[in-house]
T-cell receptor, first 113, second 113 residues
């Protein structure tokens, strides 16, 4: 089955800095890579996703890159703000039919004002 | 459109007891997945139901079981509770289609004492 590794487990940055979270996956059949943000005491919510036919996707201050050859994908957050503080999960899945994402263990991002 | 609803929000049980958790998906969604979330372990996949059938199963002991009803509502049961079962249990529903977002419920916080 799919295995997703996520690093770092904790990331502490100053407000305004950039943050990068990296994930690797093992199953070459995976073709859909969502990122979820979970604020303290709240449910995980999708913030951005990327499909395997695209190398990069941006949405305002967040972007995701995908390297299919190396089987890794990354989340980039620029100009971080205190409200970006949360746990971020990457996931990988093979879309089509059964959609079951395998999640990484999460990265706790702390943005210091 | 109502979101994913999980009940109860909090539960305290004693070792050896059993517990049933409920999840009502977004209207029209037929896939319901269950996850166990513990600190440092991320989101561990339990099982997925689609149209009343278990379609996928994670690596959890047989004490963890589930079912789905004709209205897509799902229940998860844990028998002979152990202290290590203390966790946040999240369910997520997804629509049909090749690539669909998983929408999470608020979760049920289970504490086993």
């Amino acid at each position: 089955g799919e295995n997703v590794e996520q690093h770092p487990s904790t990331l502490s940055v100053q407000e305004g800095d950039s943050a990068v979270i990296k994930c690797t996956y093992s199953d070459s059949a995976s073709n859909y890579f969502p990122w979820y943000k979970q604020e303290l005491g709240k449910r995980p919510q999708l913030i951005i996703d990327i499909r395997s036919n695209v190398g990069e996707k941006k949405d305002q201050r967040i972007a995701v890159t995908l390297n299919k050859t190396a089987k890794h994908f990354s989340l980039h957050i620029t100009e971080t703000q205190p409200e970006d503080s949360a746990v971020y999960f990457c996931a990988a899945s093979e879309a089509g039919g059964s959609y079951i994402p395998t999640f990484g263990r999460g990265t706790s991002l702390i943005v210091h004002p | 459109k109502a979101g994913v609803t999980q009940t109860p929000r909090y539960l305290i049980k004693t070792r050896g007891q059993q517990v049933t958790l409920s999840c009502s998906p977004i209207s029209g969604h037929r896939s319901v997945s269950w996850y166990q979330q513990t600190p440092g372990q991320g989101l561990q996949f339990l099982f997925e139901y689609f149209s009343e059938t278990q379609r996928n199963k994670g690596n959890f002991p047989g004490r963890f079981s589930g079912r789905q009803f004709s209205n897509s509502r799902s229940e998860m049961n844990v028998s002979t509770l152990e202290l290590g079962d203390s966790a946040l249990y999240l369910c997520a529903s997804s629509g049909t289609g090749l690539i669909t977002e998983a929408f999470f419920g608020q979760g049920t916080r289970l504490t086993v004492v």
